[in-house]
Every structure is written in C-alpha cells, then in structure tokens.
C-alpha cells in the first residue's frame, strides 16, 4: 500500500512539474543550432568514419592504456578536437574535451568504446562507415551507440565556438574508454576529481532517462552425461555471442532422429514468425539452426531470441537429462518465449514507471564436462538483490529435485536499479527535445540499460536515439538515420547554448 502510494504521488509530481514549459529554446540557440547543421554535416560525417575504423572492443587482460586499438582511437579524437580549436585532456581511461574557461561547467558524456561484431552479418566491414547498403541510413559499429554522438558533441562544440558565444560555464565533452566492460576506472576518476555539476549523456534516448535497471547475469551450469541410447536425444544445444546481446543464433543437435521427427518440427516451424529454421538429417543426426534477430539486451522486444524459440521448437518432448537435453527442458520450462520471467518461480516483478525485469538467455558456453547458460536480467526497483536472489535459488532448486537434474548455480551477478533524484535541468532538456520534434508533452522516461549517468551529478540521458523507435546499439545491423544525426545536431547545439549560457 504504501509502496503503491508513493509510486503514485511520483508519477503526479513528474507530469505536474513537466507538463507546462517555463523555459523556450532562445533565439541564440536556435540560430546557432541552425548554422551548426548548415555548415557541418558533412564534417561530422567524415568525422565519425575515421573514430570507427579503430575496433575499440574490449580484450581480456588488456587495459585500455596499453590497447593499440584504443590508444590510435584517442589518438585521432586529440587529432580532431585540436583541429575544431577545442581543448584536449588525456587521461588515461577518460578523455576530456573542451571548451571554455569558466570554473561553472557543464559535461556532455560519451564512450569511446563498442561491443563485440560479427563481421560476417555487415554487407560491409563494420569498421568502415557505410553510406551506401541502406540509403538514408549510416550504417557501422559505434554509429548509434556512441562515437555518433562524439562526432555530434564535436560539431555542435566547434559552432559554438565558431559564433564567439559567451558562455557562463565552461563545456566538457567526456569520452570513457570502458563503458561497456569495466566501469572500475570511471568509479575511480570520480573519487579523485571534481565533475561538471551539471551532465548530460548522450548514449542512449529521449526525450530525457531519469531511471535505468540494473544489470545482472544468472549463470547455471548444466553437467554434461554421455549417454548410449537408441532413443532420440539431444547431443548438443548452443547459442549466443556475447552477454548483452539478444542472440539471433542457435544450434541444436539431435542423435536418433528420423524423418517423422523432421517433419513434425519443419511442421511446427511454419507456427512461428520472426525466425526461420534450417533442418539438415544426414542419416540419423538432426542439426537444426535458428536464425532470429539481434537486439540489445535492454530492450528484448526490439530482437528475436534465438535460444528460446528453438528450445520451444522442441517442446513437444520431455529430453533425456544428458546436460544439452536438461538445458533445453530448463529453458522451457523457467523461461519459454516470454520475455519476464513468469514461468521462473516468483522472481518476475515490475515497477509503475520503471516496468518489469526483463530475463534473457543471451549466451551458452560449451565447456569440457559442462554447459553454461547466463542470462541477463534487467530489473526495475520493488525488490532488493538479496531477496531476488533467493527467489532465484528457490525456484532452481526445485526445479533440480523434481527432474532430477545435475545443476550447479555459478555466483549470480546482481546489480540495482538506478533512478535519479530531482534534476534542475529537466525542464531545458524537455523545452528543447519538444521544440525540435514537435512532440508536446514529453516526460522522463525509465529504460533497461544502464550509463554513465549514474556516476555523475545531475546527470540524465538526452538522445541520441528517439523514443519508440528500434533501437540498434549492440546489434549486428546497428546504424543511425541521417535524419536522426542532423536532428542530434541540432538539439546538442542548442541544448549546450541552453544548459551553458
Ligand atoms: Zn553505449
């Protein structure tokens, strides 16, 4: 009840505050956000094609200070800011670009940084910034998610430097180099150095992200038994890429298979939409590949999980509990093709403004005498760790008794949710993101990933990619629309003008 009271008074306080506008985009804004996207579209498209070409992955064992890849990356960044007239400050793990002197500040927070690619789905290298494949769109790795944004940042910087316009705080476009694997030197930087005091980050949606889930993986290894049967059975079940990602990709093998199974599961295939299957029987061994559609892992519903939907392909039958065959009944069983964890004990929860967690099989490992299954959960607040984890534990063990499983559960990971307190430019940002869309009205919104915003003051997420649209950060077939670029021109110009005047 009480929790259900305050949840609600929030939800009045946030439209009451953001439904009338006191502030407007000025003249000066507008102008200069004008000039920005007459004058430099071009630049910051050549711009975001030289940061793409360094593969800027994450390699185990290796500090960013020491990566070649990530080192030629900033080396080209202190190359472009200094030819733009802006400051330049290295600092290992963290990039500071700016502009101004003024002891007020403002900071605009990026990553240099991307995930891991698949080289083999891109018509084109996903290092080379391709115009051409899909017109209309800039098509690549680091486009949407977040070297886009720098080369945004840079031009609106440079136009606003371009005009002579006086600014009362000073601007700082940060670029951190481990966003997406390793947030420790960040945390670290935070503690020994004074932030802007008010940010902005551009690495993930408008109209303005005031709450983020938190992140979490649930590892479960699945023993695996040899068994000599003349029954049918799984042999092997894999799939995924990598922890924050929706696979698009699985593969299941089956030993005893006969035509009739074959047909019964192309028949069952017909049933689904989004996937397709592809069947080969080569004498009594059945190998069946699902091709669904990457997605980042914040954001199931944009994606089709390929894990899921070929275990539920081969739901009809209760599998021998061989380590492949007792992981494809687990995931029927706890997961099926829901993307909240309904079906896993009672763990599934969901928040008024934040929504429900999201649970999803991303990755399976093959090792030695096991199989391991992580799934990434994204959960909003209603639930502290310790009792999720319990829930979690509960609900597994359960499960092992009654099918008599051999499962070992690894040391879950589980991260809190973050929802930011009162946030003074809250007002500005919306005034600015309603007055280039046309979209009235707009209010904060939560989403299922995480940023950087939670390590600076004031910060909330401001672009760069519109609300309700598909958003392809961390997929394989990641781009930003031309249209989408200039409009991010033109609303960081004006955003930095408002929040810095
Ligand atoms: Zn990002």
Known sequence: MLKKLSTLSLLLTLSFTHNTFATQVSALAEKTANYAVNTYQQAMINSLAKLMKHNTVAVEGLSANDNPAHIAFKKELKKQALALGLDF???????????????????????????????????????????????????????????????????????????????????????????????????????????????????????????????????????????????????????????????????????????????????????????????????????????????????????????????????????????????????????????????????????????????????????????ELNINIRRPRGKSAAQLGSEINSAVATWKLTNMAKIVELDHHIGDPWVQGDVPHADTLLSVFSHYTGIKNAKPVAIGGGTNSRLFPNAVSFGPSMPNTEYTGHSEHEFITMDQFVLNLKMYTAVMIELAK
Do not use: C
């Open 89 to 371: 400050k290295d600092e290992g793990y963290i990039v500071v670009i700016g502009l101004g002197k003024s002891k007020d500040r403002v900071g605009i927070i990026t990553h240099g940084d991307i995930q891991p690619v698949n080289p083999s789905k891109w018509k084109k290298s996903p290092f080379e910034l391709d115009l051409t494949s899909e017109p209309g769109k800039l098509v690549g790795r680091g486009t949407e998610d977040d070297k886009g944004p720098i080369s945004t940042a840079l031009y609106a910087m440079k136009a606003i430097k371009d005009k002579n316009i006086m600014l009362n705080k000073r601007l700082e476009l940060y670029v951190y180099m481990a966003e997406e694997s390793d947030w420790g030197p960040l945390q670290e930087y935070v503690k020994n150095n004074t932030l802007p005091q008010t940010n902005i980050t551009i690495d993930s949606e408008y109209p303005i992200v005031t709450a983020e889930k938190g992140y979490g993986t649930l590892k479960f290894q699945f023993k695996k038994q040899k068994i000599v049967s003349i029954e049918t059975y799984i042999s092997h079940f894999e799939g995924g890429y990598f922890g924050s990602q929706i696979p698009e990709d699985a593969l299941v093998i089956i030993e005893n298979a006969d035509f009739a199974l074959l047909q019964r599961l192309m028949n069952k295939a017909k049933n689904y939409s989004g996937i397709s299957f592809d069947f080969e029987l080569k004498e009594t061994t059945l190998t069946i590949t699902a091709l669904g559609r990457s997605a980042h892992s914040s954001k199931p519903k944009s994606g089709v999980n390929a894990i899921p939907y070929l275990a539920d392909l081969l739901s009809d039958s209760r599998w021998k509990n061989n380590g492949a065959g007792t992981l494809v009944n687990f995931i029927n069983d706890n997961i099926g093709l829901g993307l909240e964890g309904k079906k896993f004990g009672d763990i599934a929860y969901s928040d008024d403004f934040m929504g429900p967690m999201t649970v999803s099989p991303t990755v399976i490992k093959q090792h030695d005498d096991n199989i």
